[in-house]
């Protein structure tokens, strides 16, 4: 049923009004988007990504006020981090009410919602009277895809049309956070650093991270064996001095953070570097495209990658990597 990719809102309208599929660009990857209050739309989302009905959906509005009306309430605390991040790459969980469909939350009592900022999502949403439910668009524990062709790859077939907005600019999925007891957990690292909440956050409230250990989580965002390429990668602290001597540089990648510091790097498959200058934001938006050119190369059958510092965005950078080696 596929039909092209492009920038045409209409022609994505008229798909989703019809309960089918469309690709949407937000600033932090590609989601799988259809009517979010049409449980025929959400079941084929469910199905194009082969995704487990214990995972629930991200419903994807184009307001504070929409996501709203799909809550039955809105902690002030919440409130105020929406009011301050959206549009953006934050997820916020509050208690749903029965507009929105058991099959987005799997069957539980919290919604997860959030404003992207993207301008022609945004655009998109403008146009419909329903928020979207967009899980990442890519078959269900492979790595996120940040461009329209990434999307492709691997859904060709299972969608009608991909809206093309370019590469994301964040390149990390949304940080996901709601409030349990008066703590703000945060269930998943994310685009949007710790810090930056922390500063947004009044005093009173405790914030607890949710590490991603569990293979039973409450958050299935936290599947130890989530974005993983299909060849084996190594996260190590410091490559140059950690190299392991089994490896055959020839049949290996590397994936760098900052000066490779007298690492041979002529001698491997490929290298790519996420940030020569040590930018964790420009880390982020590379992120996931590095990881699929290494994957995809013919010639590497591991890949080597370098942990970053534990800071900033740098947290969920090495929370994806840690999770692509498990
Ligand atoms: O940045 C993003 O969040 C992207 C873009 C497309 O918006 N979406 C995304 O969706 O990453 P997905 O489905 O790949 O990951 C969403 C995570 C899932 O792991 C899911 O478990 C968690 O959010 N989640 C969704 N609804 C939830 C709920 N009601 N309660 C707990 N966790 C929820
Ligand atoms: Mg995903």
């Keep these: 049923m596929y039909t092209g990719s492009g920038t ?6 008229h ?17 799988l988007a259809g009517n979010g209050l049409e449980p025929k739309a959400i079941l084929k989302i469910f199905q194009a990504k082969n995704r487990p009905f214990f995972d629930p959906l991200i419903l994807h509005c184009k307001s504070l006020e929409q996501a709203s009306s799909m809550a039955t309430e809105f902690p002030a605390v919440l409130r105020d981090l929406a009011e301050k991040f959206w ?33 022609l999502t945004l655009a998109l949403l403008q146009k419909l009277d329903y ?36 590469a994301c600019e ?33 005093a009173s409230i405790q914030i607890k991270v949710i590490e991603h250990s569990s293979s039973r989580p409450e958050s299935p965002g936290q599947l130890q064996s989530h974005y993983a390429p299909s060849k084996k990668l190594i996260l190590t602290e410091d490559l140059k001095s950690s ?34 200058s040590g930018d964790l ?27 970053l ?5 740098g947290l969920a950078i090495n929370d994806r990597l840690r999770r692509a080696s498990a």
């Design 281 to 307: 934001k420009e880390a982020a938006t590379h992120l996931f495209s590095f990881m699929r050119r290494l994957d995809d190369h013919p010639q590497i059958s591991l890949i080597l990658a370098q942990k």
């Design 243 to 276: 190299l392991p001597s089994s490896v055959h540089p020839e049949t290996t990648g590397l994936l760098l953070f900052g000066d490779p510091l007298g690492l041979h790097t002529e001698h491997f498959a490929l290298t790519l570097n996420l940030s020569p």
């Design 170 to 202: 964040v390149g990390l999925e949304s940080t996901i956070v709601g409030l349990e007891a008066d703590q703000l957990v945060v269930y998943r690292k994310g685009g949007l650093s710790i810090e930056e909440l922390k500063a947004q956050v009044p």
């Design 87 to 119: 549009p953006g790459p934050l997820t916020i969980l509050l208690p749903k009410n029965d507009r929105v469909p058991d099959l987005i939350t799997s069957g539980q009592d919290g919604v997860a919602l959030r404003v992207p900022a993207h301008p």
């Design 8 to 13: 045409d809102l209409d022609l994505a309208r």
């Design 15 to 31: 798909f989703l009004d019809l309960n089918e599929l469309v690709a949407i660009p937000t600033e932090t990857v590609y989601g």
């Design 309 to 313: 510092p534990d800071h900033g965005l």
């Design 131 to 166: 928020p979207l439910a967009a899980p990442s668009a890519n078959p269900f524990g492979y790595i996120s895809p940040t461009t329209a062709a990434h999307v492709l790859q691997q859904l060709t077939g299972k969608l009608a049309y991909v809206l093309d907005g370019g």
